[in-house]
């Protein structure tokens, strides 16, 4: 059974630091890039950072380059999210996401996490 479980979510000062986590199971996690995704009230849910399956490369979106550092441990089944300088606007459920292509046509295989809140309040 495939599981994505997120955790570390809560609630921060602008200005602050959280670290989100996730443990994955039930796939073979080395072979799947991992991304976080975030949706804010009333919004639609916006990439935030994503990284290569063997870790040789991460990419974010301009709203937290600079500020979020993703990272993963293949040995732990385990990918992170650093998150500093926390603003207002970060505010949102973060969700962790695993996919891989699965064919020459560029078809992807996708498991979602059931999401973390993520808080940034004064």
């Known amino acids: 059974q495939v599981q994505l479980v997120e955790s570390g979510g809560g609630l921060a000062q602008p200005g602050g630091s959280l670290r989100l986590s996730c443990a994955a199971s039930?796939?073979?996690?080395?072979?799947?890039?991992m991304n976080w995704a975030r949706q804010a009230p009333g919004r639609e849910l916006e990439w935030v950072a994503g990284?290569?399956?063997?870790?040789?490369?991460?990419y974010y979106a301009n709203s937290v380059k600079g500020r979020f550092t993703i990272s993963r441990d293949n040995a732990r089944n385990t990918v992170s999210l650093q998150m500093n300088s926390l603003k207002l606007e970060d505010t949102a459920v973060y969700y962790c996401?695993?996919?891989?292509?699965?064919?020459?046509?560029?078809?992807?295989?996708?498991?979602w996490g059931q999401g973390t809140q993520v808080t940034v309040s004064s």
């Open positions: 996401n695993a996919d891989r292509v699965v064919n020459v046509e560029g078809a992807k295989r996708v498991y």
């Open positions: 039930g796939f073979t996690f080395s072979y799947y890039a």
């Open positions: 990284i290569y399956s063997d870790g040789s490369g991460t």
